[in-house]
């Protein structure tokens, strides 16, 4: 299993652009090779008027062309066999060279013996050194993309090492040439435009004060579009950073004896747990189709342990116990399935169904098992007490979330907006570490679902953290469930609570006016989902005109129906 993840390294990675800001890159280039031609009459000497070619990217922009095949010719490096991490070859702003569009790479020769050199990494659509092409011939060498279909072309863009560690083997010498018939090549790039390699000056140089002022002026407005245009270029092409994987070809994978990284022992090939069958996968395999063959086992349907797993944890989530009550241990050490044709069913449903889980949640909610009464009756509690074989719906109490956002709901302020930052259930104090203390105050800020608050390891929040909450240092497969005299009193004494209380009142009184009936009736509507009888009307109505509304607030909030799903 090592030997299957050891090409994944981690570091700082590059977003993608947006596709609107790519086709505002491919409008801006365009306009940058119109001023550019518009600006030769202004140089001050014949000569290049590009800037030196650099390892970490360079463009050539040319008119639109149709092309079938590209050739990049290499005549002269910055030393040694020339390299190439990525060509890339746009059509407006599709990258159309990527060999998983269909494009194939061929070349004059590749270095042989090194995994991370391979021609196959020309077009992959990753760059850095260990992702790259090196020619077999000292200071020159071409490569060739052949394109599946006939495209209109204005962009190429190459590097020898994206990431920057790396500066020699740059082409310094070049021309890129383009053809739709194999062999009748047209020329549209070269380096022969370009300042030389190294040159302390790394822009062309004007001089509008040999031409009359209006046309100088003119000169100068160009060349300050010109400068805009590159400079608004380089803002949109700073996309912003995600630490993620990063993947290169691993190199052998040894046993490592009582885990001790230096002392190796045999060397060992990709694969699974062996008592689970084999991968048809060696040592050579290439590092993504690694990872793709054991993802295919997983999810292959000789392979149900997979979908059992997943069909028995949404049985969890729906009825808070699983057919299998060890949800991360279905072997020796687990309790046996209280259902095992129907864990299989349900399985096979999943797999026959495209593995929707929708499907399966579909299923089980509409199960007369998932729809019958919590009612206990004495028969069946002599019987099952557990309710192992699920003759009533389980009753339980909620977690803390759905707790939380209950209230909120029903005070009528809960957040509904999706995504951005969370909030802090704690007042921090910053010194030297964090402080974390319990919340004295609240407000609009803390009344989004708690998906949002911000998990803090060894710290639980001061009035649902106590329900059971998981600590974000560790994973389970399932919460404990506990009652606890302490949930009762932060239910009913915290300032969160008594808050809650008075906005549910306000919310009554808008709704319901003075009316106290109503005022009963629409609260129970809004906690329990039905109208109170009588005697609870009656008893409310006397609850309420003896201790007010907060208090009746408070009190059904705190109710068993209220936190229990029964």
Known sequence: ?????????????????????????????????????????????????????????????????????????????????????????????????????????????????????????????????????????????????????????????????????????????YRIEVAVEAGQWKEVASSADRLPFNSKATQPEYDFAK?????????????????????????????????????????????????????????????????????????????????????????????????????????????????????????????????????????????????????VHRLILTSSTYQQSSQPREDALQADAATEWWWRFPPRRLEAEPIRDSILAVTGILDNRMYGPGFSGFEVELENVRHYFPKKNYGPADWRRMIYMTKVRLEKESVFGIFDCPDAATSVPKRGRSTTPLQALNLFNSPFMLQQSELFADRLKRECGDDASKQIVRAFWLCFGREPDAKELIDSAEFLGEQGLPAFCRAVLNSNEFVFLQ
């Not at 008027?49 to 910055?78: C, H, K, M, Q």
């Not at 090194?114 to 090196?134: A, C, P, T």
């Not at 045999?266 to 062996?274: W, Y």
């Open 1 to 173: 299993m090592q030997a299957v993840f050891a090409g994944i390294q981690h570091g700082d990675r590059s977003m993608p652009l947006l596709p609107d800001k790519q086709q505002e890159i491919a409008q801006i280039d365009r306009q940058l090779l119109q001023l550019r031609e518009q600006l030769k009459p202004y140089l001050k000497e014949a000569g290049p008027s590009r800037p030196a070619v650099t390892a970490r990217g360079n463009e050539e922009l040319f008119e639109i062309t149709p092309a079938r095949y590209v050739r990049f010719t290499i005549d002269e490096s910055s030393g040694g066999e020339p390299c190439i991490d990525e060509l890339e070859i746009f059509s407006d702003t599709i990258n159309v060279a990527l060999a998983s569009s269909g494009a194939k790479a061929t070349a004059s020769s590749t270095l042989p013996g090194y995994e991370v050199h391979k021609l196959e990494h020309l077009n992959d659509g990753r760059g850095g050194n260990s992702r790259s092409w090196i020619s077999n011939e000292g200071g020159k060498g071409w490569v060739q993309i052949e394109l599946p279909e006939v495209k209109p072309i204005s962009r190429i863009a190459w590097a020898r090492d994206r990431d920057g560690q790396f500066g020699d083997r740059v082409a310094t010498k």
């Open 211 to 359: 031409f009359p002022a209006a046309e100088a002026q003119r000169g100068r407005n160009l060349l300050k579009q010109l400068q805009d245009g590159e400079q608004r270029k380089s803002q949109l092409q700073a996309s912003a950073t995600i630490y993620a994987g990063t993947f290169q070809q691993p190199g052998p994978t040894h046993r490592l004896f009582r885990g001790e990284p230096l002392a190796k022992r045999e060397q060992v090939e990709p694969g699974t747990v062996a008592a689970f069958g084999k991968l048809a996968i060696s040592e050579a395999t290439p590092e993504q189709q690694r990872r793709l063959a054991l993802a295919d086992w997983i999810a292959s349907k000789e392979n149900p342990l997979t979908a059992r797993v997943i069909v028995n944890r949404l049985w969890q989530f729906h009825f808070g116990k699983g057919l299998v009550s060890t949800p991360s241990d279905f072997g020796k050490a687990g309790v046996a399935p209280t259902h095992p044709e129907l864990l299989d069913w349900m399985a096979r449903e999943l797999m026959d169904n495209g593995w929707s889980l929708k499907h």
